[in-house]
DNA sequence: GTAAAAGTGGGGAAAAGTGGGGTAAAATCT
DNA sequence: AGATTTTACCCCACTTTTCCCCACTTTTAC
């Protein structure tokens, strides 16, 4: 189970240093995916397995589906930990997750999510903004 | 069952003794998860379980739902007592809470509540203020 | 009042995070 | 094909953070 919320940087090699809370579970190496919204996705090898039989199983005859299973096996990779428990980062899921310097690392049960900073910072707001506590109020003062 | 009302210090290295009444119950570890209210709860491991099985088996296919769990697991931590029966609080939840130093500890049947000093007052004189018996008395003074 | 337990603070070793050099492999160009 | 450039990967070094342990103070129990 991945928990907890971790900032971190992507250096010039584009590495990023895994949580070491997350490295037991991983056991040196890790399938990284392209995620909803707009982050990465790090699964152990065993839960990819389970995610990539389930999307495998998609009915082909959909074209929809058809270009889901592309994208997602395609924007997928096998990344090994160095010796500093890191992994690299391809160009391709970088440029998908905006991801240029300050990351947010963050467990979510069966996977952990890869943050562009910068980008997390949006969401959140954005998400603060649809808190229906936050929209009644703008409407009560909104003219 | 937890039960009872303590005040504690979070000190510079982000510890906070956890109150000695709590400690058996918990054997040694516990989860550390944001609450409602901003303020913090402490599970013990097997009620977490419970709830984290739950919000595990949502779909992903859902926005909102891949929203909560993020939400949820990302701010749950496994913490383990150390020999003073001290607990680390996370940066994340402590700024969720507001925690900078004074806390109250408080039991709260299966779980104990963590809150800033400073939140819990503003927060139990808001429930002052919505108590109609305080409101009418500010009436008198056309407040 | 005394002893034990709980709460609080801090030093220091170890681990984690980060940056960078050097070499080998791969890709590209002529 | 050979030469040159680029990329990947292993290793080392430094900084920051974490965690274990000890010590002191305060509270509780008898």
């Given at each position: 189970m ?5 900032t ?9 240093a ?6 037991d579970?991983?056991?040196g190496?890790?399938?990284l995916?392209?995620g909803?919204d707009?982050?990465l996705?790090i699964?152990t090898?065993?839960d ?6 389930k ?8 074209a929809?589906?058809?270009e889901?299973i592309?994208d997602f ?12 428990g ?21 467990g979510?049960?069966?996977k952990?999510?890869?943050w ?9 707001l ?6 229906s ?10 003219i």
């Amino acid at each position: 189970m991945f928990l907890g919320t971790y900032t971190n940087k992507i250096d010039d090699k584009n590495r990023m240093a895994v949580p070491a809370k997350f490295r037991d579970q991983l056991g040196g190496k890790c399938m990284l995916t392209k995620g909803f919204d707009e982050c990465l996705y790090i699964y152990t090898m065993e839960d990819f397995e389970v995610m990539a039989a389930k999307i495998a199983a998609l009915p082909q005859s959909d074209a929809d589906f058809r270009e889901f299973i592309r994208d997602f096996f395609g924007n997928s990779e096998l990344c090994e930990l160095d010796g500093q428990g890191r992994i690299k980062i391809p160009q391709n899921l970088r440029e998908y997750a905006h991801i240029t310097k300050d990351l947010v690392t963050t467990g979510a049960m069966n996977k952990v999510e890869i943050w562009s900073a910068e980008t997390k910072a949006d969401f959140d707001l954005a998400k603060k903004m649809k808190d229906s506590r936050f929209t009644d109020k703008l409407r009560e003062f909104s003219i």
